[in-house]
């Protein structure tokens, strides 16, 4: 079960059940010092038309809500791979308050004291957790991320940690709901080649020709569960990005013209 978190500092965030023990957070748009129409007012990605020291305020006041040192998040630019990195301690700060050295799309954590944090604005935040061998992830799903399996990745690299699939913890956090998600061809055809018949329940003919109502939350959680996560242990969001524009930047609502959410795990 996901439950809303609205800290002394104002900043209003999501956490799941599902995860608890391990610091995480899935932030929304609100409780920060972003001003401009289309950011306002947790906006936590550079580009989006606030200032840097603005950014880095909003990133400062998330940290203190959840309860973590923005100096020890890595949070990288992104690139809708299925690229994921193991957070070292060199990694520190990295896409945050120091350059990026790198680009991809998730991490595994398993040293305490590491943060990371992945970006979203419609597409799918994963947040994953072994209580057992206290290893962690994060996934930041879009349509191309998740068929090509980027979830089941980070599994893997767990288990390569030593994990157990059947230890993991797994939060969907808040994105865009199928029937608000439209997409051609090209995205219901990965998603053949990613799930088989499976993706019938996924992709379900739109009202034009040629479009689909792609449910992403739903296809990260068949791949987990064909990763071997139990379903017990896979919490999704039920809150949609695209219909709560009050709480949440979606750029598929807002045309691109809008802030972005982190959501963040670390032990």
Same mark, same amino acid.
């Given at each position: 079960m996901f439950r809303q978190i609205r800290a002394k500092n104002g900043v209003v965030y999501?956490?799941?059940d599902v995860l608890l023990g391990v610091k995480h957070g899935f932030a929304t748009r609100i409780g920060g010092v972003s001003v401009l129409p289309h950011t306002a007012s947790l906006n936590l990605a550079f580009g989006r038309g606030d200032g840097e020291e603005t950014v880095l305020q909003n990133v400062e006041l998330l940290a203190d809500a959840v309860g973590f040192d923005a100096d020890r998040l890595v949070s990288v630019p992104q690139?809708?791979?299925? $690229?994921?990195?193991?957070?070292t301690e060199d990694m520190c700060g990295e896409g945050v308050v120091k350059k990026a050295l790198r680009e991809g799309d998730g991490y595994v954590i398993s040293q305490k004291g590491l943060f990371a944090a992945i970006k979203t604005a419609d597409c799918v935040p994963v947040l994953l957790y072994d209580p057992e061998k206290e290893v962690c992830a994060a996934v930041h799903a879009g349509w191309r991320g998740t068929f090509s399996r980027i979830a089941e990745k980070a599994v893997e690299k767990m288990t390569d940690l030593g994990c157990e699939p059947s230890s993991i913890r797994a939060a969907i956090g808040p994105a865009i709901n199928g029937g608000c998600y439209e997409v051609g061809e090209d995205v219901a055809e990965a998603a053949r080649a990613a799930l088989g018949k499976k993706a019938d329940l996924l992709c379900t003919v739109g009202?034009?020709?040629?479009?689909?109502?792609?449910d992403l939350k739903t296809a990260n959680r068949i791949i987990l569960a064909e990763a071997g996560l139990a379903e017990e242990h896979i919490d999704v969001c039920e809150l949609c990005t695209h219909c709560e524009a009050e709480l949440f930047y979606s750029h598929r609502a807002s045309r691109g013209l $809008?802030?972005?959410m982190m959501s963040v795990i670390g032990m």
């Open positions: 999501y956490v799941s690139i809708h791979s299925d $690229r994921i990195f193991t957070v009202k034009a020709e040629g479009k689909y109502l792609c $809008r802030g972005t």
